[in-house]
């Protein structure tokens, strides 16, 4: 079982940016590729970014590339996201996830076992 929490986000204004954290339970976090959602009110929950958990490649949506980066940390349990350039069509929920046996094709919500709460970004224009 793991537990995620994720922190970071808040009210910022378009252009600004944010740094997303999710800090996760358990002694094997490198076994785990670790994933970025976002959910926005009336819209399917989206990819953002994925990483895998020991070699750290990464994939990210066409959508948040040269904006938005995923990296990790594994000595401290915790998956980032860095959100640069943020535009109102961002303000959405953000989640992270995690599964085994990972790879970057994995893309879809139902791909993924273990999800946190969610931080809530909200961009004003």
């Known amino acids: 079982q793991v537990q995620l929490v994720e922190s970071g986000g808040g009210l910022v204004q378009a252009g600004g940016s944010l740094n997303l954290s999710c800090v996760a339970s358990?002694?094997?976090?490198?076994?785990?590729?670790m994933g970025w959602f976002r959910h926005a009110p009336g819209k399917q929950r989206e990819f953002v970014a994925a990483?895998?958990?020991?070699?750290?490649?990464?994939n990210s949506a066409d959508s948040v590339k040269g904006r938005f980066t995923i990296s990790r940390d594994n000595a401290k349990n915790t998956v980032y996201l860095q959100i640069n350039s943020l535009e109102p069509e961002d303000t959405a929920v953000y989640y992270c996830?995690?599964?085994?046996?990972?790879?970057?094709?994995?893309?879809?919500?139902?791909?993924?076992?273990?999800w946190g709460q969610g931080t809530q970004v909200t961009v004003s224009s």
């Open positions: 996830a995690a599964r085994q046996f990972f790879t970057l094709t994995y893309i879809r919500p139902s791909d993924y076992t273990y």
């Open positions: 990483i895998s958990g020991r070699d750290t490649t990464t």
């Open positions: 358990g002694r094997t976090f490198s076994s785990y590729g």
